[in-house]
């Protein structure tokens, strides 16, 4: 199926560090969403955007909606254990079968 | 309030059988989509229904079947189980139909097939 692409794929980070991900489509978006999920659990939301030029935070997480609504960011500030996990980007998109497109993911590893 | 739940959270199965998951929506939501994941292949779509009407089906065979019944509540069914089908099987509601916006997550049922 349709997917956005997320980068980047893993990233092992030392506990304290920021974490900046990324994820990007071909075609333009009117919602940008972001989810974590933790090992054998389902994904969680954690952050949505719903206009172009967006910037909204969570605790130290911070999303910003592109400009070009073909791009979205995800910054995680002062990493620290419990934000291991695995982030994807979300998107309602009307393409026929799929309505709703994820990202690919980006695995977030922290060392303490 | 409650959130997504589904049943079983676990289950062992052998090549030929069927499995039947179950999803109980957040009380309001009338969306049920069904996800497999699995290490390699992300999130796959499987089906939305909506008011007891599939809307959407994913690019998988007939072994793969759902419903949803008049309280929401929906039930996906796995027929004639193949290796393959091993995978952690999600359900997601949502108050309108997928693309108005957010999805809320269960945590899942992971199914071994040996």
């Known amino acids: 199926g349709q997917q956005l692409n997320q980068s980047p794929q893993s990233m092992f980070i030392q506990e304290g560090e920021d974490v900046s991900m990324n994820c990007t489509s071909s075609?333009?978006?009117?919602?940008w969403l972001w989810y974590k999920q933790e090992p054998g659990e389902g994904p969680v939301l954690l952050i949505a955007?719903?206009?172009?030029?967006e910037l909204t935070s969570n605790g130290r997480l911070t999303a910003q909606f592109g400009i070009t609504r073909k791009d979205s960011f995800l910054n995680i500030s002062a990493s620290i254990p419990s934000d291991v996990g695995i982030y994807f980007c979300?998107?309602?998109?009307?393409?026929?079968?799929?309505?709703?497109?994820f990202g690919t993911g980006t695995r977030l590893k922290v060392l303490a | 309030k409650a959130g997504v739940t589904q049943t079983p959270r676990y289950l062992i199965k052998t090549r030929g059988q069927q499995v039947t998951l179950s999803c109980s929506p957040i009380?309001?939501?009338?969306?049920v989509s069904w996800y497999q994941q699995t290490p390699g292949q992300g999130l796959q779509f499987l089906f939305e229904?909506?008011?007891?009407?599939?809307?959407n089906k994913g690019n998988f065979p007939g072994r793969f079947s759902g419903r949803q019944f008049s309280n929401s509540r929906s039930e996906m069914n796995v027929s004639t189980l193949e290796l393959g089908d091993s995978a952690l099987y999600l359900c997601?509601?949502?108050?309108?139909?997928?693309?108005?916006?957010?999805?809320?997550f269960g945590e899942g049922s992971r199914l071994t097939v040996l």
């Open positions: 997601a509601s949502s108050l309108f139909p997928q693309e108005a916006g957010e999805l809320f």
């Open positions: 075609s333009i978006f009117n919602t």
């Open positions: 955007l719903y206009k172009a030029g």
């Open positions: 979300a998107g309602p998109h009307d393409s026929g079968t799929y309505k709703y497109i």
């Open positions: 009380s309001g939501h009338r969306s």
């Open positions: 229904y909506f008011s007891e009407t599939q809307r």
